[in-house]
């Protein structure tokens, strides 16, 4: 548990929130602020702010969650696809520093804006990270 973490403070059940499942680990609840009907964040209870920060074991256990809810969302709502999105840092959007994952649902049309302008690929660039990431894996 953090100080002033609000994922924290819903985990703890101080501050509410709609709860579609939880269990020892995690907790996963309704977005208060839906891109989409059915929007769910997963919470893991281990308070990390970002990916670099949580355990091998919780963040394999989270990605096998999030398969699970979003074949259930599947079912209950029958949506026509499912995003599944985890951000980490501000500049990718993060806006809340407890680790989460969104589960969206998305319908056909549904205009929801998910997306980004193309860029180009450039093989020389491509290459340099490889190179680089090498190292590291
Ligand atoms: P991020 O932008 O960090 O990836 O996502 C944070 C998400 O948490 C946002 O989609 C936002 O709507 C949601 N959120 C922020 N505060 C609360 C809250 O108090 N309760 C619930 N249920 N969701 C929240
Ligand atoms: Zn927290």
Not at 48 to 59: G, K, R, S
Not at 82 to 88: D, E, G, V
Not at 117 to 132: D, F, P, R, Y
């Amino acid at each position: 548990m953090s100080e002033n973490c609000i994922f924290c403070k819903i985990i703890e059940g101080d501050i509410p929130s709609t709860t579609l499942y939880e269990d020892e680990e995690f907790k996963v609840i309704f977005d208060i602020f839906p891109a989409s009907k059915g929007h769910v964040i997963i919470l893991p209870r281990y308070h990390a702010a970002n990916i670099f920060e949580l355990p091998q074991e919780i963040t394999a256990k989270a990605f096998v969650l999030a398969k699970k809810i979003a074949t259930v969302l599947k079912k209950v709502l029958g949506c026509d696809g499912i995003n599944i999105l985890q951000n980490n840092g501000e500049a990718a959007g993060q806006t809340v520093f407890h680790l989460h994952i969104h589960v969206i649902p998305r319908f056909k049309d549904d205009n929801m804006g998910l997306t980004w302008k193309q860029g180009q690929a450039s093989l020389e660039v491509l290459e340099e990270i490889v190179t680089e990431a090498k190292k590291y894996l």
